[in-house]
C-alpha cells in the first residue's frame, strides 16, 4: 500500500475513488453513510464508484466463526474452506431468510417479489471491478460483523499498492485492535464525512495524510500516528446521492408488503445510553475530545426540502427512519414533523421506545400514514433490565404503554434480546412471559445479543471470561460468549422456539422445549409449530390484522385471527 500513499498530483475530475460497501449477505437497504460519502465527493469533482458486496451468497459473502476464537485471518474468513471445514462455515442462507426461518417475518421471494437476484464470485467481481476502474482512492465503511470480510477483499489487492481508508464504528471502538490486521493501514475515528473529504484532497495533491485530524497511519516500521478528532460534521449540510447502487436494491418486504424504501436520517446518536448498544459510546467519545454534544437533531423547518430532494432523486414508495429512536424528542418537534409531512404521506417507519409514546402522538403519526413501528422490550426481568442493561423501566409501564399503541391502530413490531452476560433461562421465560402481555403486534423478534466493541457489555462479558479481550464478533446467530448459566446450544434452541412460547398456549410448551433440542424429533417439532405460528401469525398482512385485533379486544400476544384470539384469552 505505501508505495501509492501520495500518487501524485492529479485533478479532481481524473481522480478516482471506490467506495467499498462490505455488508452481510442480502442484507437490504443502501446505506445512508455511502450516500451522503457520495454526494460529498461528487460535489467536491472526484470521480466515484462503487462495489457493493450486499447481492453476494457463497463464498465471502459473510465471514461467521464457529467454536474458534479470532486468530489467524484465514481461522475466520472462510477463505480456506476445503482446508479447514471445522473452523468455518458459509452462509448458506441470506440475513432476511435467515429472519424468516427464525420466524420474524412473513416468506418472501427475493427474485419473484423483489426482482432481485444472488450473485456469486464476489472474489473475483471485486478484483475485476478495482483492476477495471483502476482507483487512487479506496473508501471502506466497516461494522464489526464485516470487518473480516474487509480484511479478505483487501488482502486481493494488497499488490495493487492502492490507499486505503477504512472508517465506520468498529474503527471507532476498537481501532488498536483494528490495526493490528494486514491491510488495515489507514483508518478515520469518528465521523467520517470530513475526513473522506481531507483524505482525499491530500492525495490527489501529493501531499501526506499524516496530520489529517480523525486519521490514524501505521507506518512502515509499525508505528502508528494517532491525530486527534476533528469538529463534529453537520450532517443536515448535505443530502444523501444513492445513485450508484442498483435499483434492485431500494426494495424491501415490509408487514406483508413491498416498497421500495430508502432511509433518512433526522437526528445523530441517541439520548439513551443502554447498555447493549454502541450508540452511547459515540457520545462518550465526542464530550471526552471536547467535542461538544453529539446528539444533534435535524431541524425540521428545513426537513421538508430534504425529503423533497430525496424523491425526486429516489421515487421511494417507502421512508425508513434511521434515527436511534425517532420519538425521542420534544412534542412539539413531532408536531413540526407531522405538519410538514402532510405533503408526502408516504408511509414510513421508525425504531423509538415505548415510553415515548401517547395517544396524541400516535394519532398525529396516524394521520401523515406512519406504517410501521418498532419497539425493543430486550429484557422481562426489571432488576436486570435496570443494573445490567442500563434501561430504567417498569414492566407496568411497558405494559400500559404497549395497550396504547395497540389501540392507536398503527402495526408495530416488539424486538427482543437474550443471551447477555450472566442472564439465565429463567430470565429468559421472564421475557417471554412479558410479551405474552403485548397485545396486537404484527411481529415478534428476538435476536442474540452480540459483544461488540464500545459497548459497556462488551467490558463486563470481558472481564468476567467469557469473550476475549481480542475477540471480533462475525456471527450474529449464535452466542460469541461462553457462559456456565447458558449453553450456546441451549440459547440456540431458545432463539428459534421464542416466538413459538410466547404465541401458544402453555399446554404446548413441552412440545416447545422438545422443539428446542437439533435432532430428528426436535426439528420435525419444529417445523411443524413453525407451519402452524405462519398460518396463525402471518396469515394476512399487518394493516389486515390490525383490524382483526380491533375487532376482538381482550387477546394477547399475536391476534392474527379472531379462533386464536379467543384461543389465548381463555387459557
Known amino acids: 500500500m505505501w508505495g501509492k500513499i501520495m500518487p501524485g498530483i492529479k485533478s479532481k475530475h481524473d481522480f478516482k475513488i471506490l467506495l467499498v460497501y462490505p455488508n452481510l449477505s442480502m442484507l437490504l437497504a443502501p446505506p445512508l453513510a455511502y450516500g451522503i460519502f457520495t454526494a460529498l465527493l461528487r460535489r467536491g469533482g472526484y470521480q466515484v464508484d462503487i462495489f457493493d458486496v450486499t447481492p ?70 471485486f478484483t475485476r471491478k478495482v483492476d477495471e476502474f483502476n ?96 469538529p463534529l460534521f453537520d450532517f443536515t449540510s448535505v443530502i444523501p446521492d444513492f445513485s450508484l447502487f442498483e435499483d434492485a436494491r431500494f426494495y424491501r ?63 421511494p414508495t417507502f421512508f425508513a427512519f434511521a434515527d436511534d429512536s425517532f420519538l425521542a424528542r420534544p412534542k412539539k418537534e413531532i408536531e413540526l414533523f407531522c405538519e410538514i409531512y402532510k405533503e408526502f404521506k408516504i408511509p414510513f417507519w421508525f425504531n423509538t421506545r415505548p415510553e415515548n409514546i401517547t395517544p396524541e402522538i400516535l394519532k398525529m403519526l396516524k394521520e401523515v400514514n406512519c406504517y410501521r413501528m418498532s419497539f425493543g422490550v430486550e429484557c422481562g426481568n426489571e432488576e436486570f433490565r435496570s443494573k445490567a442493561l442500563l434501561r430504567h423501566v417498569k414492566n407496568k409501564t411497558l405494559i400500559e404503554k404497549f395497550g396504547i399503541i395497540a389501540e392507536g391502530g398503527i402495526p408495530f413490531s416488539v424486538n427482543n434480546v437474550i443471551g447477555f452476560p450472566d442472564e439465565t433461562r429463567e430470565l429468559i421465560f421472564e421475557t417471554i412471559e412479558l410479551n405474552r402481555q403485548i ?89 411443524h409449530l413453525s407451519e402452524r405460528y405462519r398460518k396463525e401469525a402471518f396469515a394476512v398482512d399487518q394493516d389486515e390484522k390490525m383490524k382483526n385485533f380491533q375487532k376482538v379486544s381482550g387477546s394477547i400476544g399475536c391476534a392474527s385471527n379472531e379462533l386464536d384470539s379467543i384461543r389465548v384469552s381463555i387459557q
Request: charged share 25%; net charge negative; glycine share 8%.
Open 439 to 527: 397485545l396486537a403486534y404484527d411481529a415478534l423478534t428476538v435476536s442474540c445479543f452480540v459483544p461488540y466493541h464500545g459497548t459497556v457489555l462488551r467490558k463486563v462479558a470481558e472481564d468476567r471470561g467469557y469473550i476475549g479481550k481480542d475477540s471480533i464478533v462475525c456471527d450474529l446467530h449464535h452466542s460469541s460468549l461462553r457462559m456456565s448459566s447458558l449453553s450456546v446450544q441451549e440459547l440456540d434452541g431458545l432463539l428459534k422456539t421464542f416466538p413459538l412460547y410466547v404465541h401458544f398456549d402453555k399446554s404446548l410448551w413441552p412440545e416447545i422445549k422438545r422443539a428446542e433440542l437439533e435432532d430428528e424429533e426436535g426439528s420435525a417439532i419444529f417445523k
Open 56 to 125: 453476494y451468497v457463497g463464498e465471502g459473502a459473510s465471514a461467521m466463526a464457529e467454536n474458534t476464537s479470532v486468530g489467524d485471518e484465514m481461522n475466520t474468513l472462510r477463505a480456506k474452506l476445503a482446508e479447514d471445514k471445522d473452523g468455518v462455515t458459509f452462509q448458506v442462507k441470506s440475513t432476511e431468510e435467515n429472519n424468516v426461518d427464525l420466524l420474524h417475518a412473513r416468506p418472501f421471494s427475493y427474485e419473484g417479489d423483489l426482482g432481485i437476484r444472488s450473485k456469486t464470485g464476489l472474489y473475483e467481481d
Open 253 to 315: 418486504p415490509m408487514g406483508g408488503k413491498f416498497f421500495k424504501s430508502v432511509q433518512v436520517e433526522s437526528y445523530r446518536g441517541c439520548p439513551y445510553t443502554c447498555a447493549y448498544c454502541n450508540s452511547p459510546m459515540q457520545t462518550t467519545l465526542a464530550k471526552e475530545a471536547g467535542l461538544g454534544n453529539y446528539l444533534r437533531r435535524a431541524p425540521f423547518e428545513s426537513f421538508r426540502d430534504y425529503l423533497a430532494s430525496i424523491i425526486d432523486q429516489v421515487h
Open 135 to 230: 482507483p487512487d482512492l479506496i473508501l471502506t465503511s466497516i461494522v464489526e460483523d464485516t470487518f473480516f470480510q474487509t480484511v479478505k477483499l483487501m488482502s486481493l489487492i494488497r499488490d495493487r499498492e492502492i490507499p486505503v481508508l477504512h472508517g465506520g464504528v468498529f474503527m471507532t471502538a476498537a481501532p488498536e485492535l483494528a490495526m493490528t490486521y494486514p491491510g488495515i493501514d489507514m483508518i478515520g475515528i469518528g465521523e467520517g464525512e470530513q475526513i473522506v473529504l481531507d483524505v482525499a484532497e491530500r492525495l490527489s495533491c501529493g501531499v501526506s495524510c499524516d496530520d489529517v485530524a480523525g486519521v490514524w497511519i501505521k507506518k512502515k516500521d509499525g508505528t502508528i500516528i494517532k491525530n486527534p478528532r476533528g
